[in-house]
Structures are given as structure tokens and as C-alpha cells.
């Protein structure tokens, strides 16, 4: 029942010169009718269906079992009229491997088209002699269109261990591994090499597939792209092939962040899901780039149905006016709401869609359907790992503007896990961006301590989904992925300056140890830290020097201007700030670290020591909550704090003292409960409070 378009299809496309409609157009079709899940079609609909693939002839068919023995049925119909050519059967014992029955009953349909006899190769010949091994891959076709990739990737496994020369199970190894691993690794570009290596035996179309992808997974998405594109002008329905060539537009590494790069790809994966409805990988790619345009964050606004634009040009000025702009928003949530609930219509129960809903509606600010998801989430979630729901609803209460509440939420739901993650089977990575995002909430609020233990959890879950035959890259070893994310944390908020020495002692030491290969990266993960160290209350210049030795690069012109201040030295302040070369990130400046790299706020206070006021208050102007990431970690949520307290002192000074005591205020109020090391900013902010009160705007301030 299972296998039978796929063998039968199979069987009778190994030749040349008859034209095939195969099993995955042929379930695009049904996906698309009534009776796509597995009821009985009639000659009408599938004459329909016929006419869709422009075939000119269509197999109806059926087997039954009578006693110990299996019978296959095969009636072929004229397409055009409607009568029947010609009925055909094969017989034989009632035993597991049914596949020896759909070859001799494909000879015999082959027979009917003129076919030679002589030639023929068997089904267990195009695919594997192990019946087994081919349940197996079947098994795993089935998960990996429900988006159930983990046990997609078992099946697969099981396929080729028990087959080692089947070309379609690596294949699809290869296609499960780089969804669960997120990169083309070791593991699938292995596989895609042995499902070339035995390809040779596999019909023409098969072949093309497995050549497209391997020149994907090798980064050469031109010939990838012209791959696809030949296979769509043989069969322009096939909607494998539009999902392939929107993934070779989606990572053209020239292209694919491009407004016409984007466009592409959303054009080819909305072809493969009008073709195929339940293709939920297509969905994935959907959903992401339409929730770019739907987020006023985003970097391209939809301009179309399916045209992006980016949202600045080059002079960094809008393509669209204010009421185009906000037409476009409107279209890209609707659309981005629509292609998430058509994902969940289909597949109900498969909780990445409603993840993609959840998402949707939240960058939509439709608050209250979002916290709805989250309930459904829940339901689906495994057991153990239900309440990491709990940080998709902080995440709702904080862009709700309610960050204690969030911010409790958080803490409760940290504190039940005890640091210990739960295995989530085709989820685990996806959820470590939303427990991250807790951080966001208690670094606000001022609970350092707090946000270190949401990051180690982020750790902890990184680590029970980790792949194990991935070894990760410096970046993603653990202690470096830790280091630099607590740098962030404490640099950000002013942190405890013991915190940020031990992280980069810690740094330090691992960066001497390293490869010359590998010292400028680890060194790079612990630059928040050196320039943590710099900001501090006492100036510690030893960190940055010992930052620029290892990374041999000197470091961002703004963190230069500060270490000329520590020094006294106003001129090379200024003489910093001006340099407009090293401003980029590249090869002659190290990476910033401080901020996620937002220069502005050490500019800004470069520019206040330097008493240049108005300023640092320009710098700071829209450096609010509206613009910080809300999902994932952002360090500056927590640097809030000192923004407000910096512009309380500019506007003090510059002698507006009811702007002062706004920014004061807030300073007093988020930090009001904060950890010891930052009540220090607490004291300013309400000794900034008491010497502008009652001044007004004409006061004497002297």
C-alpha cells in the first residue's frame, strides 16, 4: 500500500524512451484532492489527475490476497476517452518481499507499450536487494514529510546499514542531516558522495537530483541552481525540484541575501507547496522569509506577493514611502499568518508548524493569538520539555512591556529544570534561540545571576541536541559558546569586574593553548570582557592589550578612543573617534564583542567624557527597546540601564532637567531590584534625581 507508485514507478522508469510521471508528482497530485489520504479513486479523478501530469495514459490498480497467494491487478485507460487499453496481472506467493510481483507486472505493462523484454532491471536492482533495507527508507520518506527529522535520520541509517550501495537511502540521509544539523557536515556530505557513488543504476530523473544537491552541499549553488531549472524544463511540476532550486537561491552565498536572491527562492519553494501542500520543508523556508518582511526590524519589506525589496537602499534611505511601507507590513503578516496555518492544517500535530504560527503572529504583534500557540506547543511538546513553552510566553509579556513578569516567568521556569535540558527530538536547536531569549528579560531587569543560568541552560539544551559525529567548530565548542555570551552579559550591564576577569583569565589561557589557526577566534569570544574591563569603575587597560597581542589586530576605534581616556589623553581620544577606517570590521579591527557589536554606546560615552554632550545624546537617540532583538540572546537589554543613565547626565548638562530625571527615573525603576554590583548605577540615577528636582527649565543649576 505503502510502496506501490513508488516501485511500480520505479520499475517502469528505467527506460528512456517512456515518459514516467513518478511517485513524488504523483503525490503531489492526490495531496492536492480529496482522497489524499488514501481513498479509493475512480477513473474520472484519475483521468483529472492524468491530464494535470499531461500523461496519455493512466494506471489504475489494486492487489488482494487469497489464501497464501498475493494477486496484482493493473487496468491502463486512455486518457483523452476514457477506454480501456488493456488489463494485465502477476500472481505469486503471499510473502514479505512484493517486490519480484511489481517487476513482472511492470514487464507486462511494458510489454503493452512495446518495450523489449530483454534488459529489464529489477526494482530490488534500481533500489536495494534488502526488502528491509527499502521498508526502511519508505519509514523514513514517511517522517521526513511530517517534519520529524531525527527518526527521519535513524531510518535512513538503518537503510544503508543494511544496504550499503543504496543510492535514494543517502540520498535523503544526507537532505534529514542537514536539517537536524543546520549545516552541510561531514556526516551529509558523506552521504550525498555514496548516493552519487551508486547513483549510475537509478533512473535519469533520481540521478539529476542527487548531482543538484551535491553541488549545493559543495557551495556551488550557480550549478546547482542550472541542475534544478533542467529538471523543471523536463517536468515543470515537479515539486521536489522547485523546493531544491529555492534551496540553492536560499543559500547562494552572492545572491541569497539579496532582495532578488530572496524573491527567487520564495517564488520556487510557494511553486513547491502549490504543487505539493504538505511539502513542510518548503514551509520552513516560507515562513522565515516572510516573517523578515513582517517584522519592523526586518531587512526587506514585501513589496508584492511575492517580491521583496530591501528596506533601505544604499544611501540607507526607504524604497517606500511611510504608506507603502506600512502596506507592505500589512501584506507580509497576512501572508506570513496564512502560509503558518496552512502548515498546521496539514499537519496538526507536527509541532515545528505551529512553532512557525507562534512565530508568525508574533512578529505580526498579535500578542494574544501568539500565547494561544504556546498553549498548543505545549500539548505537543515531549513531556519532559514542556515547560520550555514558558519562554516563547516571556517573550510575549516582554515585547508586551511587561519584562517583570516576564522576567519571573523566566526565573520559575529556569529554576525547575536545575540546569538539566531535555532531549527534543527534531526541536532541541530551534528552542535554544527561545530559552536564550529569557536572558533578555532578567538582564532588564538586573538579574545578572538570573541570566547566567537561563545561558547555561541554553547550553545545557545545545548540548543534549548536539550531534555527536559533528565535532563543533571554535565557536560552538562550549566553553567558548559560554565564555562569550557571559562576556556580554557582564560587559553590557556592568557586571561585577571579577566575573569579567576570571572569563578573560579563563579566554587567555585557552587562546595561548590554541592553534595559530584557532587564537584569534577563541581570544575574539572574550573582546566583551576586555572592554568590559575597560569600562570599568577602575579602568583595567592590561585585558585589551593582552586581546589585541592574540588576535593581532588592533582594536575598534571607539574601544581605543575609551583606553585613550583611561590614560588621560583627550587628543588620541578624539584622533580615534575620527578614524573612520578601522570603524568597519574587517581585517584591520578586531571584533568588537561589546554590544553584539553596537558601536554606539562606547561612542557615546567616549563623546560625553569628551564633552561633547548633544553628541553622545544623538548616538543614543534611538538606541531603545523597540530596536533590540527579541529573540535569542541580546546583551543589550541589559545595557538599558547605563544608556538612560548616560542620557540623564547629557541632558542634566545640557540643562533639561525634566528630560534628566525621565532617564533617571527609568534607571531607578528596572533597577530598582538589580544584583549588588550594579546598585552603584541605581545611587547615581537617584542622586541625578535629587540635585534636578524641582529645577525647571530656566533654573540656576550652578
Known amino acids: 500500500h505503502d510502496g506501490s507508485v513508488s516501485m511500480l514507478a520505479l520499475a517502469l522508469s528505467q527506460w528512456h524512451d517512456l515518459s514516467v510521471v513518478d511517485q513524488d508528482r504523483v503525490h503531489d497530485l492526490l495531496s492536492q484532492t480529496r482522497v489524499a489520504d488514501g481513498g479509493p479513486i475512480g477513473l474520472a479523478e484519475a483521468r483529472r489527475l492524468a491530464r494535470q501530469a499531461g500523461a496519455r495514459t493512466v494506471v489504475l490498480g489494486n492487489f488482494a490476497r487469497a489464501g497464501d497467494s498475493l494477486r496484482l491487478t493493473a487496468r491502463t485507460y486512455d486518457v483523452a476517452t476514457g477506454s480501456r487499453l488493456d488489463v494485465v496481472e502477476a500472481s505469486g506467493p503471499s510473502v514479505d518481499d512484493v517486490r519480484p510481483l511489481f517487476d513482472e507486472l511492470a514487464a507486462r505493462l511494458l510489454d503493452l507499450s512495446g518495450a523489449p523484454r530483454g534488459g529489464r532491471s529489477s526494482l530490488a536492482a534500481v533500489t536495494t536487494g534488502s526488502l528491509e533495507a527499502y521498508r526502511a527508507y519508505l519509514q523514513g520518506q514517511q517522517h521526513l514529510n511530517r517534519w520529524e527529522l531525527v527518526p527521519a535520520q535513524a531510518a535512513f541509517r ?185 502548515w498546521v492544517s496539514h499537519q496538526p500535530t507536527t509541532a515545528r508548524a505551529h512553532h512557525a504560527l507562534f512565530e508568525a503572529y508574533f512578529v505580526s504583534e498579535d500578542y494574544a493569538r501568539a500565547s494561544t500557540e504556546v498553549a498548543e506547543l505545549r500539548r505537543l511538546l515531549p513531556e519532559s520539555g514542556r515547560n520550555l513553552a514558558a519562554y516563547l510566553e516571556a517573550r510575549v509579556r516582554l515585547a508586551r512591556g511587561d519584562a517583570r513578569s516576564a522576567a519571573q516567568l523566566v526565573r520559575t521556569t529556569t529554576a525547575g529544570f536545575a540546569g538539566k535540558a531535555p532531549a527534543l527530538p527534531d526541536f532541541g536547536r530551534e528552542f535554544v534561540q527561545d530559552v536564550l531569549a529569557g536572558a533578555n528579560a532578567l538582564a532588564y531587569q538586573g538579574d545578572l545571576e538570573g541570566a547566567a543560568d537561563v545561558i547555561a541552560l541554553g547550553n545545557a539544551l545545545r548540548r543534549a541536541t548536539a550531534l555527536p559525529e559533528a565535532p563543533p567548530g571554535i565557536w560552538e565548542q562550549d566553553e567558548v559558546w559560554q565564555w562569550s555570551r557571559l562576556a556580554q552579559l557582564y560587559s553590557a550591564a556592568g557586571g561585577p569586574s571579577r566575573e569579567l576577569r576570571r572569563i578573560w583569565t579563563d579566554v587567555a589561557i585557552s587562546a595561548r593553548r590554541a592553534s595559530t589557526a584557532d587564537r584569534a577566534s577563541v581570544a575574539g569570544a572574550g573582546a566583551a570582557a576586555a572592554v568590559g574591563l575597560l569600562l570599568g569603575p577602575e579602568p583595567d587597560l592590561k585585558a585589551l592589550g593582552e586581546l589585541e597581542a592574540l588576535t593581532g589586530r588592533p582594536s575598534a576605534p571607539e574601544v581605543r578612543a575609551l583606553a585613550a581616556l583611561a590614560r588621560g589623553d583627550s587628543v588620541g581620544a578624539r584622533r580615534a573617534l575620527s578614524d573612520s577606517t578601522g570603524r568597519r570590521l574587517g581585517r584591520e579591527a578586531v571584533y568588537l564583542g561589546f554590544a553584539w557589536n553596537d558601536s554606539r554606546p562606547l561612542a557615546a560615552e567616549a563623546k560625553y567624557q569628551l564633552g561633547d554632550f548633544k553628541g553622545a545624546l544623538e548616538l543614543l537617540e534611538s538606541f531603545d527597546e523597540s530596536q533590540l532583538a527579541q529573540r535569542g540572546f541580546d546583551s543589550r537589554w541589559g545595557l538599558l540601564g547605563r544608556v538612560h543613565l548616560l542620557r540623564g547626565l547629557a541632558y542634566e548638562r545640557l540643562g533639561e532637567p525634566s528630560r534628566a530625571a525621565h532617564e533617571f527615573r527609568r534607571v531607578v525603576n528596572a533597577w530598582q531590584g538589580a544584583d549588588e554590583p550594579l546598585l552603584a548605577f541605581v545611587q547615581q540615577a537617584q542622586a541625578g534625581l535629587a540635585r534636578v528636582r524641582g529645577l525647571g527649565p530656566g533654573a540656576d543649576r550652578t
Open 158 to 342: 538503518h537503510a544503508v546499514g543494511l544496504d550499503s550501495t543504496f543510492s535514494l537511502a543517502y540520498f535523503r540521509l544526507a537532505m534529514a542531516r542537514g536539517w537536524v544539523s543546520g549545516t552541510a557536515d561531514s556526516v551529509s556530505r558523506n552521504a550525498v558522495y555514496q548516493a552519487s557513488r551508486f547513483a549510475e543504476r537509478l533512473p535519469a530523473r533520481e540521478r539529476s537530483m542527487i548531482e543538484a544537491y551535491s553541488a549545493l552541499l559543495d557551495g556551488d549553488t550557480p550549478r546547482s541552481q542550472r541542475l534544478y531549472q533542467s529538471l523543471l524544463q523536463r517536468d515543470s511540476a515537479d515539486a521536489e525540484a522547485w523546493y531544491g532550486l529555492g534551496d540553492a537561491f536560499f543559500h547562494d552565498p552572492a545572491t541569497g541575501g539579496t532582495a532578488l536572491g530572496m524573491t527567487a527562492s520564495l517564488r520556487a519553494f510557494q511553486r513547491a507547496l502549490a504543487l505539493d501542500p504538505r511539502y513542510a520543508l518548503a514551509y520552513e523556508h516560507v515562513s522565515y522569509l516572510l516573517n523578515l518582511a513582517a517584522s519592523r526590524r526586518g531587512s526587506v519589506v514585501l513589496v508584492g506577493a511575492d517580491s521583496f525589496a530591501l528596506r533601505l537602499g544604499p544611501k540607507r534611505t526607504a524604497p517606500l514611502d511611510s504608506s507603502s511601507r506600512e502596506g507592505a507590513l500589512r501584506r507580509a503578516r497576512a501572508d506570513a499568518i496564512r502560509t503558518a496555518r496552512a
